[in-house]
């Protein structure tokens, strides 16, 4: 990002003829960017002389095996079923070969980039290959990054760079609209950037605040439709209250920009919860990058308060860890890769996965914001992950979503469970509360992303095979004894924003062995009216379980209000998990880990939804059936068979 004086000055003086690079016969298109929204403007070419900090990062080894190694400890039939692996393990299974770090470095030398300008990562730390053991090279070295002209990288990635302007923010950048590699270089980089990077999506977080209810308190189970309590939760999903507290087993709960305001709470513990809860009780508070609590300055967060509230509702004498995540600047910007560099060092230097240009940069370039370095580790660990935020799978590139797909899959292998939200604009999607739902265009007709499109638009990281995605549902025929279907609250004044569980088929992600049985079974039997041109029935499908995602109660700026949306479904099934996980340390187990091969081992341990679809993009969207749907997955927990099943597995 730059100043509007510079750009215009590059503008005004250099806006002669640049010359256009020509594509090298031993060079193959790496990368190239689709448009995706009109928000962003090419200006002009960028300045030759510009400094770019570029970054390349290097393909790691073993990730053809990735699902091998995370079923092979996370199936119920495997006899390795709960050896999960340590950081250091992950670290050296994954680490780049040496003959892809050779590759690349010669080819930088060769084009002019001197070994002196070249810094990577060893370890934890960025090191200078000059500082290397000969033996080292090739060690954990996963990106290479280097100051260069945009000359330089133009000749070096074949392409040319512009000045573009997001219309929104005013923001400048320097992009490129494709870019190549030589072909001998070209299977050991994964990508490289600045190249096609734009959009910098904020976490989209998934409510929806209801009115008022006219029933306040908890009032048994007579007034479960207009008030969902934790009475109402136990009558569906048959769970007793908490009695147990095992150390590490604290439920961890992320905020972006959403911050607990500790009052509500208070309230809520006097009103909402069966169990006694000292006011004093209050999550662990983890401060990530700067992030800060509640104060005068800031607005009520109703995600996190929501979040933390029915956590601690249900697993109460359990504990909450609030991970807070960025400085008053930073806290909605970029995606979920500042959370993952605090939870494992290793992300952000040893096996990294930043990108400047989707994620946010520290010390803050904005001022009066955190001014300490982006934080590498050292953050505690949960078992589980309940994530209430989204991004929109077409805005972002691939190979960045892959990169950061592959680090879920790597908390998986430490034996961490983690839930993302599926989405509420049914098969459509948003750019963030209050717009309206979006959909896809075919490629090389305009923006991607357009509110009038009619290809169905996924979601990120719910499309990602290594997490647990989780759509909505509300009581069928408005009562608590009637089971659920599929959450549905239309918005007469502007169909572009009703209310649907998030769920369908991924453009970018391939359908993982562990669910394709139940997805085969319902296109088989119940094939949805559709083309190829409208979903990718091959992709990863979501979403994978279901809870209640409608008038939950949620104490907020001191008054009693009710949510809706995956943001009140992702911490109830979270919740869930983590009873089970404080079962199973009770009779000496460990938590359960990545948890998607067991759910779909075990269909019975669920309630069916049948009933309900989730519009979108001008259709229908899908048909929630019996079994596995992408509208609700394999349905909501049966508690007692899902405690069943977990403390029996080893």
Not at 152 to 157: D, R, T
Not at 603 to 610: G, L, R, S, V
């Amino acid at each position: 990002m730059f100043s509007l004086v510079r750009a215009l000055c590059f503008i005004c003086f250099f806006s002669g003829v640049f010359a256009l690079p020509k594509t090298r016969r031993n060079f193959a298109l790496h990368e190239k960017r689709e448009p995706v929204s009109q928000t962003w403007t090419t200006i002009s070419r960028a300045h030759p002389s510009e400094i770019l900090l570029v970054k390349i990062g290097l393909a790691q080894s073993n990730l053809h095996r990735a699902e091998e190694y995370l079923l092979d400890i996370s199936h119920p039939r495997s006899a390795n079923f709960g050896k999960h692996w340590t950081p250091e393990e992950v670290a050296n299974t994954f680490t780049p070969s040496k003959e892809s770090v050779d590759a690349v470095v010669d080819w930088l030398l060769e084009s002019g980039i001197d070994a002196e300008r070249h810094t990577f990562s060893i370890g934890m730390a960025l090191v200078f290959p000059t500082l290397l053991l000969s033996s080292d090279r090739g060690k954990g070295r996963n990106w290479i990054l280097f100051n260069a002209t945009v000359n330089e990288a133009e000749s070096l990635f074949n392409t040319e760079y512009h000045y573009f302007k997001d219309e929104t923010s005013e923001g400048y950048r320097i992009a490129c609209d494709e870019y190549y590699l030589p072909k001998h270089v070209q299977r050991h980089v994964d990508f490289a950037m600045p190249t096609i990077q734009l959009e910098g999506m904020r976490p989209i977080e998934n409510m929806n605040l209801g009115i008022r209810p006219s029933i306040v308190g908890l009032t048994g189970l007579d007034n479960c439709y207009e008030l969902i309590t934790i009475e109402c939760l136990r009558k569906l999903y048959q769970f007793t209250a908490g009695n147990t507290s095992a150390p590490g087993n604290e439920i961890g709960i992320p905020a972006f920009g959403s911050y607990l305001y500790p009052p509500d709470l208070e309230q809520f513990f006097q009103n909402y919860t069966t169990q006694p809860i000292p006011k004093s009780v209050f999550p662990e508070f983890v401060s990530i990058d700067g992030g800060e609590r509640w104060d005068d300055s800031f607005t009520f967060g109703s995600e996190a308060t929501l979040d933390v509230q029915i956590a601690y509702s249900m697993i109460y004498p359990q504990g909450v860890r609030l991970y807070q995540v960025g400085d008053v600047n930073t806290a909605s910007d970029g995606t979920f890769n500042t959370f993952l560099d605090a939870l494992d060092g290793s992300y952000c230097t040893y096996l990294g996965g930043d990108d400047p240009d989707n994620d946010a940069v520290y010390p803050d370039p904005k001022g009066k914001g955190y001014s300490g370095p982006l934080q590498c580790g050292g953050a505690p660990r949960s078992n589980v992950l309940s994530f209430s935020y989204l991004q929109i799978e077409a805005a972002l590139p691939v190979s960045y979503q892959t990169r950061q797909c592959h680090e879920w899959l790597k908390l998986g292998l430490q034996g961490i469970s983690v839930l993302f939200a599926s989405g509420d604009s049914g098969v459509a999607n948003r750019f963030g509360m209050g717009k309206d739902n979006s959909c896809l265009k075919p490629l090389g007709k305009g923006p991607n992303i357009d509110v009038n499109g009619s290809g169905f638009s996924p979601s990120f990281p719910s499309n990602c095979p290594w997490v647990t995605t989780v759509g909505a549902t509300f009581l069928k025929d408005h009562d608590i004894n009637n089971g659920e279907v599929a959450v549905a609250l239309p918005f007469t004044p502007n169909p572009k924003r009703d209310y649907y569980s998030g769920g369908g088929f991924s453009n970018v992600f391939s359908q993982p062995s562990y669910q394709a049985e139940a997805v085969s079974n319902y296109l088989t039997t119940y094939p949805p009216p559709y083309g190829e041109h409208i979903f990718n029935r091959s992709g990863r499908a979501f979403p994978d379980v279901s809870a209640i995602g409608l008038n939950v109660s949620v104490v907020l700026g001191g008054g009693v209000t009710v949510a809706g949306g995956t943001s009140s479904s992702t911490p109830i099934f979270a919740s869930i998990i983590t009873l089970l996980n404080e079962a199973r340390i009770a009779v000496g187990k460990k938590p359960i880990g990545f948890l998607n091969p067991i759910l779909y081992a075990f269909p019975e341990a669920f309630n069916d939804i049948t009933e309900g679809s989730n519009p979108g993009c001008g259709t229908d969207g899908f048909q929630a059936q019996p079994g596995w749907d992408p509208v609700t997955g394999l349905g909501s927990p049966n508690y007692p068979m899902l405690e069943k099943i977990f403390v029996n597995l080893p």
